[in-house]
C-alpha cells in the first residue's frame, strides 16, 4: 500500500502554512497522507500557529535555528525514514508555490511499482505542460540557466533540477547517504537529483504550474545562488575525475 509522507519546510510562514494545510486537508481524506512540517524556530511562531490548528494529521519538527533547506530536509528524512508505513516521501515548499493540485498527478506517477523501487518524480515547470506564473523574466530566466548548468556540468539530462516539488521512494533515500550530503540551500535540490542519478533511480518528470508567493518574504539569496554554482560546479569535476568515488560517496 502506498502511503505518502509529506515534508514542508518553513521559515517564518505563519501565513502561508495555514493556507497550505487548509488546501490540503481534502485530499488528505482521500490519500491518508502525514504531513512534517520542518520549522527552524521561526520568529514569526510559525510552528506554534501549526500546533495550534491541531490538524490530526500534521506534526511539527522543531529545530533549534535556521540552518538552511538542505538540513531541515535531511532531518525531516531521518525522521520518517524510522517509521515503516511511508513508502514515498514528498518535499513541497509551504509559500504556495506548489500546487496542491499539482500533488494528485505526481502521486500517480509515484504509486504502482513495488515497494523496493528506487524511483524520484520531479515537478518541473520547464517541460511541455508545465509553467510559472508571476514570475519576472529575470527569475525564469535564473532558474532555466541554473538547470542548465547543471545539466550539462553534471551530465544530468532532467529538465528542472533546482525545483523542490518532488516525491521520493523511502527506498531511494533509504539507499542515499543523507547524513553524507552537505548542500543548503538550491543546491540540495541538484545534488538530491545527481545523487538519485548516481544510485540508479527511475527518474519521472510530472508537469506542474510554479506560482509566485503571495504571503512572506523570500529566503531566496545572492549567496544561495553563488553556493549552487559553485558547488555544481566542484561536484561536475569530481564525476569527471572520480566516477567511482563520487558514487561510493553518495550511495550505500
Ligand atoms: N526550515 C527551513 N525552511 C526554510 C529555510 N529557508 C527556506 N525555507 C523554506 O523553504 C521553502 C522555499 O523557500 P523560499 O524562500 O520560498 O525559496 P524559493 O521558493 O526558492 O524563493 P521564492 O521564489 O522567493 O519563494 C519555503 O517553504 C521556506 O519557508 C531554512 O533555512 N529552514
Ligand atoms: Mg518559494
Redesign the pocket.
Known sequence: MTQFAIL??????SISIVELLEKLEPLQKEYKFDLFV???NSPDKTADIVDQLGYSWVSVVR?PG????GA?YRAGFEKVLTVDKYTHVVTM???G?HRVEDLPAMFVAASGKPDESKIIVLGTRWMPGGSVVNWPKS?QLLSQSGTRYAQIVLGIGLRDLTG?FRIYSSSLLRSLKLKDMTATG?CFQIEMAMASDLAGAAKIEVPITFV??VNGV???SKAIVVEALWQTTVWGVFRRLRPNADKLHYVK
Open positions: 514542508v519546510p518553513t521559515y517564518n510562514e520542518l520549522d527552524d529545530r535556521k540552518a538552511g533547506l531541515a515548499d509551504a509559500d508555490s527569475r523542490g538550491y509566485e508567493r523570500s529566503k531566496m
